[in-house]
């Protein structure tokens, strides 16, 4: 590193010298996920070259490690395809975790592993956040909840219903991990209760055998948004009736514009309302306190209970190691509103913060390869010209 820049920095960060520092020439992706995984490929096409960083010791890690065993896409195929690879048409509507896991393999044989880079004398510097709106789970600080006595997990953590056979088990949260796993619970015959505490969006994942997404994303083409949410609703009502009166009470703004204004994702019901509808689901208001194999609800219902799902969402960890105050707001998404926060200053990009799921971070990676293609391109032309110069001059002085 540069000495001035090094005491620069030092004066700010006197544990400098102690950590390790390595210099990289062309632009450091950070995460090999999907969105990561997919910047590469674009940039591999280019002939950019890059490195990739990931904390965990595999690439797609929240894929592989953090999602459980019957997990499928709960979007149609065509809406979660990496750029340049299509599912193969024999694959299902709705693959399956294994499914997505097989069409990253090409993407990662072909280049883009963790740490991987060709040497360059180019000075290039492009930093592409791909960390994901994922990547730590929230877990909520419930009075009493340390000594509650049974088996508490993240819904990241579950794998399988098997281990709950006949157990009465808490799922807190009601979003698609709660709804899923609290199905998932009932097909290994164990008793949950899933914890609404405000509110929900449910719809049926199709509606006489068409994607409610697809449906969705069609009336979009023609309608503006709040006139989809309002027939979205209408149609959810005549196929599901009112789900109010299971303890669903719907948000008061729309699904879409409740998923843009804020992320919550509405729930594309696979199963789990007939099981609330059964009594198989047990819903339930919110947690006043936990007490040793016992929770005590708003209501002031006590219910026992063996085990805890707190299937309570994610976060995004990118401000705690990216030091840079104007691209991201305090909770790690882009300041500006999409389509337009996929680039920020100096050099800094992120993929996978538009609340659009993979077809959201598709896009983005496209943007930014192209984006980072043309300043790599355009940079490499000017040092070949510098290079021919300082060669000419060389070789007249002698
Ligand atoms: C259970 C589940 C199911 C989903 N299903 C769908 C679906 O059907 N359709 C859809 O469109 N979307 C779905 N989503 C949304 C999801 O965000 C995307 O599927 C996708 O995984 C996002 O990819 P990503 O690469 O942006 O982020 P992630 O997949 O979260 O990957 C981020 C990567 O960055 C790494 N990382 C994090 N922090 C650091 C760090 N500090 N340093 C280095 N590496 C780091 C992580 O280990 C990880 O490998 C689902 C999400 C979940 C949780
Ligand atoms: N098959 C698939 O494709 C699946 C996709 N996913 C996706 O993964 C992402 C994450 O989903 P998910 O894990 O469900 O997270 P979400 O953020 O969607 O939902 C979190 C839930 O936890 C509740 N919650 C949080 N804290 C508390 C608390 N202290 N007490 C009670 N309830 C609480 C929230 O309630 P409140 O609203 O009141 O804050 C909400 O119901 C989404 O994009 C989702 O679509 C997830 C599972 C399966
Ligand atoms: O973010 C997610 O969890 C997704 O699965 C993708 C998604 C993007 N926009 C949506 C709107 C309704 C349901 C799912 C999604």
């Known amino acids: 590193m540069d000495q001035s820049l090094f005491h620069e920095l030092h004066e700010k960060d006197p544990d400098l010298s102690e950590r390790k520092w390595t210099l990289v020439n062309g632009p450091v992706i950070v995460g090999a996920e999907p969105s990561g995984l997919a910047t590469s490929a674009f940039l591999r096409e280019q002939?950019?070259?890059?490195?990739?960083?990931?904390?965990?010791?595999?690439?797609?890690?929240?894929?592989?490690?953090?999602?459980y065993d019957r997990l499928k896409l709960h979007l149609p195929k065509q809406f979660c395809q990496l750029p340049k690879l299509p599912f193969p048409e024999d694959f299902p509507e709705y693959p399956t975790r294994k499914h997505r896991l097989f069409m990253m393999k090409p993407v990662v044989s072909g280049g883009s592993r963790p740490c991987r880079t060709r040497p360059s004398s180019s000075t290039f510097a492009a930093g592409v956040v791909t960390t994901g709106e994922n990547?730590?789970?929230v877990v909520p600080d419930i009075e009493g909840l340390k000594d509650f006595g049974g088996e508490v997990i993240h819904a990241c953590e579950y794998k399988s219903g098997e281990k709950f056979e006949g157990q009465k088990v808490l799922v807190v949260g009601c979003g698609n991990s709660g709804m899923?796993?609290?199905?998932?619970?009932?097909?290994?015959?164990?008793?949950?209760?899933?914890?609404?505490?405000?509110?929900?969006?449910?719809?049926?994942?199709?509606?006489?055998?068409k994607s409610t997404f697809e449906i969705?994303?069609?009336?979009?083409?023609?309608?503006?948004?709040?006139?989809?949410?309002?027939?979205?609703?209408?149609?959810?009502?005549?196929?599901?009736?009112?789900?109010?009166k299971y303890g669903l009470k719907r948000p008061s703004m729309g699904?879409?514009?409740?998923?843009?204004?804020?992320?919550?994702?509405?729930v594309l019901d696979i199963g789990a309302l007939e099981k609330i509808k059964s009594g198989d689901?047990?819903?339930?208001?919110?947690i006043k306190r936990f007490?040793?194999?016992?929770?005590?609800?708003?209501?002031?219902?006590?219910?026992?209970?063996?085990?805890?799902?707190?299937?309570?969402?994610?976060?995004?960890?990118?401000?705690?190691?990216?030091?840079?105050?104007?691209?991201?707001?305090?909770?790690?998404?882009?300041?500006?509103p999409f389509p337009h926060g996929w680039k920020g200053n100096g050099g800094l990009y992120a993929v996978g913060f538009t609340r659009r799921g993979?077809?959201?971070?598709?896009?983005?990676?496209?943007?930014?390869a192209q984006d980072i293609g043309m300043l790599w391109k355009h940079e490499t032309k000017q040092h070949k010209k510098i290079s021919i110069a300082f060669h000419r001059r060389f070789i007249s002085q002698f």
């Open 47 to 67: 002939g950019v070259p890059f490195v990739v960083l990931e904390r965990a010791e595999c690439i797609a890690s929240l894929w592989q490690k953090r999602t």
């Open 135 to 137: 990547a730590e789970c």
């Open 180 to 209: 899923e796993l609290s199905l998932d619970l009932c097909n290994h015959n164990a008793s949950p209760s899933m914890v609404v505490r405000s509110s929900v969006h449910v719809f049926p994942r199709e509606v006489f055998g």
């Open 216 to 244: 969705a994303v069609s009336m979009m083409k023609w309608l503006p948004l709040w006139l989809v949410d309002k027939l979205m609703l209408i149609l959810a009502r005549l196929v599901l009736g009112n789900v109010e």
């Open 255 to 266: 699904p879409l514009e409740l998923k843009n204004a804020k992320g919550k994702t509405p």
């Open 281 to 286: 689901i047990n819903v339930v208001p919110g």
């Open 291 to 336: 007490t040793y194999k016992q929770v005590e609800l708003v209501n002031g219902e006590r219910l026992n209970i063996d085990s805890v799902v707190l299937a309570t969402g994610y976060r995004s960890n990118a401000p705690s190691w990216l030091q840079e105050g104007d691209f991201l707001c305090k909770k790690g998404f882009p300041k500006a």
């Open 358 to 368: 993979l077809s959201g971070a598709a896009s983005d990676a496209i943007r930014i």
